[in-house]
């Protein structure tokens, strides 16, 4: 509870939070308190092993010994939690659960079992959250010099996030897991010799693969997180000035790798005196390091001390605290804008249809009574609402649909998304109906967010039918049973016009309102 001081000011305490990160090789739990001056202080970190991804990674499965062992892990945790007596946790699942068929069902079992909501959170999300982590150990001015790439070798993949000039331009996830190469490719059975060789062609390839994708040739400042690289850091690394921050250079690297490579997880364990479970992880971890490293400009990769489930924290507390992360947001459109690139969209008249839908959600909030959330979601459909002209003219709507609805957008959950999809689905043409699974599917409150959006993005798309954004600034107003939208006359609005008589219907049925183009002002 809040307490007073000497002068009876409310003075905020400190509260205690809690997030878990459900992972390919282990489960984790990190407490910490956000204090009243803003800081974030940890007071507890449990680690427990559990091989989710040997099993998904092989079979496609969770088997029912490995659900029992981590449902009881959650239940441990959940344990912990009530002695800690935190009451805002954020649970999340990454790799292993998200590609395991039966993942649902853990899901469900961990809410039953232990009382934790655990999300599955997509390549991008994980990204972000390990961005954000980085961005506040770095600072900004250090990746704000040119581009720069924050990589985590995780247990099932490897996520990428390439930053220009400190914001996330690029998020990909190769399929070169520690743990995923080990089970793929058999490696166990073979000398650690040839098994390393095995493991950094695939590696090669699967970075090759994308190179289309991810500018890395590039790229100036390399930064790594994870445990792998800091157990690096540890033997080769020369710290750097700034605070918990490891500098290994490329040579160094490489002589590291060189002693490492002819030892099995056996030896390794021994020779370095790590868990068993670790030393198996180090190489195929190191490896894929090293070949990122020198497919960029840099010459020695920076480790920092920082994990997702730090990111997961600072989300976590800002969240609590109701402070928006301006980041998150030039992220989230910067995405939409690099896929709206990918697919050829005309630029201009997507940045048009985006200026107006916002200018008609902000002056219609009293009639829809949205959030800001829900205007990003807006602004991001009317970035992408014609991706689908690149697979064809015809239904472009329905293409688009398709399109977003299989992106990742960095800072978007797969449920925004999939608000996002269904608002540019209903961009044109036919409302939503019945018969239109993918809409019907949809929980009824986000069934109610895509009809009110999708309404205010036909009339935004519509207002610029002529393609060339003469309308820079409109006023609307509600008169009786009108909505009444003003612009500075002296333009040709003719192909306005007939476009909002074409989709002025769903507006008139979600908010009652018959829309109307009005000139005002002289030429």
């Known amino acids: 509870m809040p307490t007073k001081d000497k002068k009876h000011k409310t003075v905020k305490s400190a509260e205690t939070m809690a997030v878990i990160d459900i992972g390919s090789n282990s489960i984790r739990m990190m407490i910490g308190q956000a204090l009243p001056d803003g800081r974030l202080e940890i007071v507890e970190r449990l680690r427990r092993a559990v091989r989710l991804g040997q099993d998904v990674f092989r079979t496609g499965r969770i088997r029912a010994e490995t659900m029992r062992s981590a449902v009881g892990i959650l239940r441990d945790y959940r344990h912990v939690l009530n002695t800690y007596g935190v009451h805002r946790v954020r649970a999340v699942a990454t790799s292993a659960v998200r590609e395991a068929a039966n993942g649902d069902t853990f899901v469900d079992r961990a809410l039953m079992a232990a009382g934790l909501e655990v999300s599955v959170i997509s390549v991008t999300e994980e990204g972000r959250l390990t961005v954000l982590a980085v961005r506040q150990a770095l600072g900004e001015k250090l ?13 099932g993949s490897t996520v990428l996030n ?39 062609h695939q590696i090669t390839s699967a970075i090759a693969a994308f190179r289309s994708l991810l500018p890395l040739r590039s790229v ?31 040579k160094a690297l490489g002589k590291l790798i060189d002693r490492c490579r002819l030892q099995t997880a056996d030896e390794l364990a021994r020779s370095y005196k790590i868990p068993y479970t670790d030393a198996e992880t180090i190489m195929p971890a190191l490896l894929v390091h090293q070949v990122l490293l020198e497919t960029t400009r840099a010459d020695r990769m920076i480790v920092s001390d920082v994990s997702v489930r730090d990111g997961l924290l600072l989300d976590l507390a800002r969240s609590a605290a109701g402070k928006a992360d301006d980041s998150a947001y030039r992220e989230i459109i910067q995405s939409a804008r690099s896929i709206a690139q990918k697919y050829q969209v005309d630029a201009g008249h997507a940045e048009q249809t985006r200026r107006l839908a916002v200018q008609l959600f902000d002056q219609l909030a009293g009639e829809h009574r949205l959030g800001e959330r829900h205007r990003f979601l807006l602004e991001v459909a009317a970035i992408l609402h014609e991706v689908g002209t690149f697979v064809a003219s015809r239904a472009h709507h329905k293409h688009s649909f398709y399109l977003i609805a299989n992106s990742e957008i960095v800072g978007l959950t797969q449920d ?54 003469q309308i820079q600034k409109l006023q609307s107003r509600i008169d009786g049973s009108s909505l009444i939208i003003s612009v500075r006359a002296g333009g040709d609005f003719t192909l306005e016009r007939r476009a909002l008589a074409e989709v002025g219907d769903m507006m008139l049925d979600i908010y009652g309102l018959e829309v109307r183009l009005e000139e005002t002002g002289r030429p």
């Open 143 to 155: 990746l704000r010099r040119g581009k720069a790439l924050v990589v985590e070798v995780g247990g």
């Open 416 to 469: 925004e998304l999939a608000v996002v999809a269904n608002v540019a689905r209903y961009h044109r043409r036919s409302r939503p109906k019945p018969s239109h699974l993918d809409y019907i599917s949809l929980p009824r409150e986000r069934r109610m967010i895509v009809n009110k959006l999708a309404s205010l993005l036909r009339v935004a798309e519509s207002l610029d039918s002529s393609r060339t954004q």
């Open 220 to 250: 100036q400042t390399f930064i790594a997180v994870g445990g792998d690289a800091r157990w690096a850091a540890a033997q080769v690394g020369k710290p750097l000035k700034t605070e918990d921050l490891v500098a290994v250079s490329s």
């Open 162 to 200: 390439v930053l220009s000039h400190g914001e996330i331009t690029a998020s990909q996830s190769l399929p070169t897991g520690s743990v995923r190469m080990q089970e793929v490719l058999a490696t166990t059975t073979e000398r650690a010799d040839q098994a390393a060789r095995l493991i950094q």
